[in-house]
């Protein structure tokens, strides 16, 4: 069971091992101190190694979910640096992304945490146009001409490239969805942080159509949120009014600028 303060009614909230990378030298530590810190529930996140697990009798703790790629040998940047993502057009790719997912699925079951986070995968973006965009937001350039023109160009480009990826996406979910149901894990698309991520809010209507509440729903990152909403792409409150009937959970961070994961408040 989960080690928890005794003084105290523990919060129904997890703490992200996000937080235990740079804080912590071994991982059961973390899970010990997210106890004593009053959570009841841990998320392992995608930094976590199978080497990371070892030696932990897992079944001491309990767990809300998992975010994928977890546990991975590899970083999320080199997974997209490979494009061996669900959104790939590329079918080796794509397939090498779904397996990936398939871990985090077998991982979650084994440990008895209902939820998987999903990962969309992302439009190539090889101008980096949104690394200008946010030089210019941080700039203070935000009302400017050129803030707008390259707003248009980026939204252009999106829509223009969109198609493959999105297909790819769905045919993947498709797999992942069948994978998933006999092992009673449900899978939660997560709302990300940059332009040329999946999903845009119309994507996420068309990716939850293709499954039941009971087998998929919404993750709300609030910090991805606010930093889309403060360039100008998505409001906050949209993604809310839309989806929150399909809510499965939240990432609450917060957000000083655009620079998110910040602990809230």
């Known amino acids: 069971m989960t080690i928890l303060p005794t003084s105290t009614q523990p919060y129904r909230a997890s703490l992200s091992t996000m937080w235990a990378i740079q804080n912590f030298d071994h991982l059961e530590d973390f899970f010990i101190a997210a106890g004593q810190y009053g959570y009841d529930k841990i998320e ?98 935000k009302d400017s001409e050129a803030y707008a023109a390259l707003k248009r160009e980026m939204t252009a480009e999106r829509e223009a490239a969109s198609g493959p990826h999105l297909e790819a996406v769905k045919r993947s979910l498709a797999s992942l969805l069948d994978y998933a149901a006999p092992l009673k894990v449900r899978l939660g698309l997560e709302n990300r942080y940059h332009w040329m991520d999946i999903p845009t809010q119309d994507e996420m209507e068309e990716l939850l159509a293709l499954g039941s509440p009971e087998q998929l729903g919404f993750i709300f990152d609030s910090g991805h949120a606010t930093a889309l909403d403060r360039l100008g792409f998505f409001s ?30």
Not at 56 to 78: G, K, N, Q, W
Not at 254 to 263: E, Q
């Open 44 to 141: 392992l996140n995608h930094q976590i190694s199978p080497a990371m697990l070892e030696g932990i009798d897992l079944e001491r703790y309990r767990f809300s979910s998992v975010h994928e790629p977890c546990p991975t040998a590899l970083s999320t940047d080199e997974l997209k640096s490979r494009d061996w993502q669900i959104s790939s057009p590329d079918e080796q790719n794509r397939a090498r992304g779904v397996e990936s997912i398939k871990r985090s699925i077998d991982l979650a079951h084994q440990l008895n945490a209902p939820v998987v986070v999903v990962h969309g995968g992302q439009i190539p973006d090889p101008l980096n146009r949104e690394r200008q965009l946010r030089r210019l937001y941080r700039a203070g350039q």
């Open 236 to 265: 906050f409150e949209g993604w809310l009014d839309r989806f929150s009937h399909r809510i499965l959970g939240c990432h609450l961070h917060d957000v000083t600028g655009l620079d998110d994961h910040n602990a809230p408040g």
